[in-house]
């Protein structure tokens, strides 16, 4: 992918983005909780008068839909890699096999044709190189196996948190929507619902710590900024 191209994507992203995220500046405010025994608090969530509204609803059931289509966009193109990995590996194993074959082909020819007064001394000179070319090329090919490898890693975990942190806040938003916030606290306790609403958070705290754990170049780069600042 090109400079340009990711500057386009994303820019792309982030108008759809506010797109999606534009209801939010009418639904949300304040909210009343109630406690029992005539205790009362407040958040900040879907405001009172919108409680039950057709227009949470919708909202809440397009995001959810939403989610649902990139999960399952992220799980088909995942199985695409899977496959690729997999041919990748065995594409190696074949090479790999045909190269140690060649090397001892090479090798026995060498033996036939050489002089046995001469050939100790040239066969292990021979080999050496053989060698050294050979883990030459191991090496390269390992290094990018590992750089591969590091890079499907990350995304599968970025990938596994999203769907981890979102579809249960929006799950709960549309079956309180639907039934109403009194209805879900007869089966989910209210610290619960809590913990459930602010799920989405995982996803944005986490990203940093995994491409910090995962990516050497990441924490380098870091590094520089700081260093800088």
Same mark, same amino acid.
């Given at each position: 992918?090109?400079?340009?191209?990711?500057?386009?994507? %994303?820019?792309?992203?982030?108008?759809?983005?506010?797109?999606?995220?534009? *209801?939010?500046?009418? %639904?949300?405010?304040?909210?009343? #909780?109630?406690?029992?025994?005539?205790?009362?608090?407040?958040?900040?969530? !879907?405001?009172?008068?919108?409680? &039950?509204?057709?227009?949470? /609803?919708?909202?809440?059931?397009?995001?959810?839909?939403?989610?649902?289509?990139?999960?399952?966009?992220?799980?088909?193109?995942?199985?695409? !890699?899977?496959?690729? !990995?997999?041919?990748?590996?065995?594409?190696?194993?074949?090479?790999?096999?045909?190269?140690?074959?060649?090397?001892?082909?090479?090798?026995?020819?060498?033996?036939? %044709? $050489?002089?046995?007064?001469?050939?100790?001394?040239? !066969?292990?000179?021979?080999?050496?190189?053989?060698?050294?070319?050979?883990?030459?090329?191991?090496?390269?090919?390992?290094?990018?196996?590992?750089?591969?490898?590091?890079?499907?890693?990350?995304?599968? /975990? #970025?990938?596994?948190?999203?769907?981890?942190?979102?579809? *249960?806040?929006?799950?709960?938003? #549309?079956?309180?929507? %639907?039934? &109403?916030? $009194?209805?879900?606290?007869?089966?989910?306790?209210?610290?619960?619902?809590?913990?459930? $609403?602010?799920?989405?958070?995982?996803?944005?705290?986490?990203?940093?710590?995994?491409? &910090?754990?995962?990516?050497?170049?990441?924490?380098?780069?870091?590094?520089?900024?700081?260093?800088?600042?």
């Amino acid at each position: 992918m090109s400079a340009r191209i990711a500057l386009m994507c %994303i820019i792309t992203i982030c108008l759809a983005s506010a797109v999606v995220t534009i *209801p939010n500046l009418f %639904i949300r405010g304040i909210h009343t #909780v109630r406690f029992g025994d005539n205790h009362t608090g407040h958040d900040c969530s !879907i405001a009172d008068k919108f409680i &039950g509204s057709k227009l949470v /609803i919708y909202y809440n059931a397009a995001l959810l839909m939403i989610s649902i289509a990139n999960i399952a966009s992220v799980v088909i193109q995942y199985i695409f !890699i899977g496959r690729q !990995i997999y041919k990748h590996f065995q594409f190696l194993k074949r090479f790999r096999s045909h190269i140690q074959l060649k090397n001892q082909t090479s090798v026995i020819s060498f033996i036939s %044709i $050489e002089d046995n007064t001469t050939c100790d001394r040239s !066969i292990t000179q021979y080999n050496q190189k053989r060698c050294k070319t050979v883990n030459n090329n191991k090496a390269v090919v390992n290094a990018g196996d590992r750089t591969n490898y590091k890079s499907t890693l990350i995304a599968v /975990i #970025v990938s596994v948190f999203f769907i981890i942190s979102y579809v *249960p806040t929006l799950t709960e938003n #549309v079956l309180e929507a %639907i039934y &109403g916030e $009194e209805y879900i606290g007869m089966f989910i306790s209210l610290p619960v619902r809590n913990i459930i $609403e602010k799920t989405f958070a995982i996803n944005h705290v986490v990203n940093p710590f995994i491409y &910090g754990f995962l990516d050497t170049k990441f924490r380098t780069d870091c590094r520089e900024i700081l260093n800088c600042c």
